[in-house]
């Protein structure tokens, strides 16, 4: 498995900045949090010149900047798909093969909730076919929260075997998922029920009680035991290094640095054979 940086973590940075750091540290590509001003041709010739690859992108439909494709006002939902298709676009001309789906959001809690999921559903439907063509996959986005749609590892089941696409799977949020192991085992408990829908893989730990976004091994995840689950699974996209940016990181370098070099020291103990 490879490992990559989600750029959230230096969203304050210019991309022309974060690349090389990204680069310097060692990892293998990078996320993208938001859709560069450049055009996807010149960017991708940018990571190009740092050997990285591109790996995933996130796209700008969310209910914070007032577009949901799931919402019940058609226009925020019409710009919601938009947007996502937009992104669709972007990953089509850079060879980016990954395109999250967040902000599907509950809102107002007094619509009824069926009518989000089927919305939600159609939406998909047309996006995955447009994901499709483009040979670019859809990544569902877990949060844990009820005001979310994707709440959890079987709403993500259910939702993709109701679209029924080929082209729709699901981000595997560590962080995310070790609030929810109350459910589960432990995470490779969700690696299982997971297993033949998982496209994308982010990595952050925690304490099993908010999500802080910590550097893998600063939490309570068994790190070994979940990239074994992984590699068993036969999963060998990347692992995205997933951050807290912004006012959040108060050392944004060290974080990063901190997350490549753990990572790579618990994927070389499997390679070997070796317990930490």
């Not at 914070?64 to 799931?70: D, F, K, T």
């Not at 925020?76 to 789906?101: E, H, L, M, T, Y």
């Not at 799977?169 to 998982?198: C, H, P, Q, W």
């Not at 976004?213 to 992984?230: C, D, Q, S, T």
Request: charge should be neutral; include cysteine.
């Amino acid at each position: 498995m490879k490992v990559s940086l989600y750029t959230k973590v230096f969203q304050y940075l210019h991309f022309r900045k974060i690349i090389p750091l990204i680069k310097d540290f060692g990892y293998d590509g990078l996320e993208l949090d938001r859709l560069p001003e450049a055009g996807p041709t010149l960017f991708k010739e940018l990571t190009n010149s740092y050997g990285l690859d591109i790996v995933a992108l996130q796209s700008s439909a969310h209910v914070a900047s007032g577009s949901n494709i799931a919402s019940g006002n058609a226009d925020k939902r019409f710009d919601g798909a938009k947007s996502v298709a937009n992104a669709i676009d972007f990953a089509r001309d850079c060879a980016c093969p990954i395109v999250q789906i967040r902000g599907m959001y509950c809102w107002p809690y007094s619509s009824p909730y069926k009518g989000f999921w089927k919305r939600a559903c159609q939406e998909l439907r047309r996006l995955a076919s447009r994901a499709e063509s483009s040979n670019v996959k859809l990544s569902l986005h877990l949060k844990h929260t009820i005001a979310y749609l994707i709440n959890s590892p079987w709403a993500a089941r259910d939702m993709i075997e109701e679209v029924g696409s080929s082209a729709l799977g699901v981000t595997f949020d560590t962080g995310t998922l070790n609030l929810m192991t109350f459910r589960a085992d432990s995470l490779v408990g969700f690696v299982e029920i997971l297993k033949d829908v998982i496209v994308h893989v982010h990595v952050s730990d925690n304490d099993g009680y908010k999500d802080f976004k910590y550097p893998p091994g600063r939490g309570n995840i068994n790190w070994e035991v979940l990239l074994m689950a992984l590699r068993d699974i036969q999963y060998d996209g990347y692992l995205s290094v997933d951050l807290a940016g912004g006012f959040m990181q108060r050392d944004p370098h060290g974080a990063s640095f901190e997350s490549i070099k753990y990572l790579r020291n618990r994927l070389n103990d499997i390679e070997n054979g070796n317990r930490p």
